[in-house]
């Protein structure tokens, strides 16, 4: 196994870093803060192509893999850049396996899509989404085949990049529990998109509620759809990994220009040793996500227990950098105007969404305690 990239893959991480840096998106969030917007980043992500990433090259895409796609997104992490990456590339990866109509203008951008992410059955639960409040996961919607369409009732909370799409992935639940996927239009009768405003204004969530509203029915296996969630855990972990690298860039630098007692404050244990565990976290939660990527394609059967420990890594990882970024500042990185409270503002949403850190740790426990020989 090679986890080292390629040169077509670090031609495409540079050009993500590139295309990003065309926009202030850090001064952006802090203006969003006080009720500013946010620039449109999806015109960049069009001339881009990550539309089209997971999308075969016959249908106008790229086809790539996840492994690519991750590449991108921790650009994005890098900076807060809300481009609709992990609401958009599990909804691709769906109606690409699907054989879906009308790819082509998806993978050109034409058709923004998301995902309303359904988690697999686990610990006697069936297909759940996530609820507006409280820790009990919600039942997904209830789906009732009618011809070559799907009639959708429910709801789902905290959906990503929901708010400008034009089409909506569901995955359902038929009456024998069994998952049911429709490719449902956002302005469809009985479809409600609600924004919803978080502590992190990079992000942007909905909560999306289906009243009876009719969808085109998807020729997606439950594989394919758990494929998708775990894609989803991948891609998050991907944005963590890229937000801990910039924390720790910003950690860095403050501690050698810094000086205290006639030092730099990057010569104390207390600092040195809490900037090489962001470090160690780092590596640790980079190697996990590299191999996530390789199991996409490479490994199948491995890759929900491979997205999940780099959720679960990345998340862990990303919480403790961003503290530690404030401690490494001090009283300077608590204060509204600075750039480290905008990163702890998304480990703290980070940690919550699609099923939360804890969720990916639970189920990397339950696998690796399964897999234990008995005592």
Known sequence: MNLALSPEQELLREAARGSLARHRTIEAAHGALDGGSLPDLWPTAR?????????????????????????????????????????????????????????????????PVAWLPARPPSDGEGWTVEPPRGKSRARAPRATRDGDGVVLTGAAAFVPDAPHADLLVVVGAAEDGAPVAAAVEASADGVTVEPVTSYDPTRALAHVTLDGARGTALD??????????????????????????????????????????????????????????????????????YYAGWAWESGPAEF????????????????????QNIATHGGIGATWEHDAPLFFRRAQLTRRLAGGTAGATDRVATEVLAAAPAA
């Open 47 to 111: 001339d881009a192509g990550w539309p089209g990433l997971l999308i075969a090259e016959d249908q106008g895409g790229a086809g790539l893999g996840a492994f690519d796609a991750m590449l991108v997104a921790q650009e994005c992490g890098r900076v807060l850049a809300g481009v609709p990456l992990i609401g958009l590339l599990p909804a691709t990866a769906i109606l690409d396996a699907a054989g879906a109509e009308g790819l082509e203008a998806v993978a050109a951008g034409e058709r």
């Open 220 to 289: 997606a296996e439950a594989e394919t759809l758990e494929r998708a969630w775990h894609l989803m855990q991948a891609l998050i972990a991907a944005e963590s990994v890229g937000a801990v690298e910039a924390t720790l860039e910003m950690a860095v630098a403050y501690a050698r220009e810094r000086f205290t007692f006639g030092r730099a404050i990057g010569s104390y244990q207390a600092v040195k040793h809490g900037l090489t565990e962001v470090l160690r976290r780092l590596e640790n939660a980079r190697s996990l996500l």
């Open 304 to 323: 929900a227990l491979a997205a999940s420990a780099a959720r679960s890594a990345a998340g862990s990882a990303l919480d403790h950098a961003a503290r």
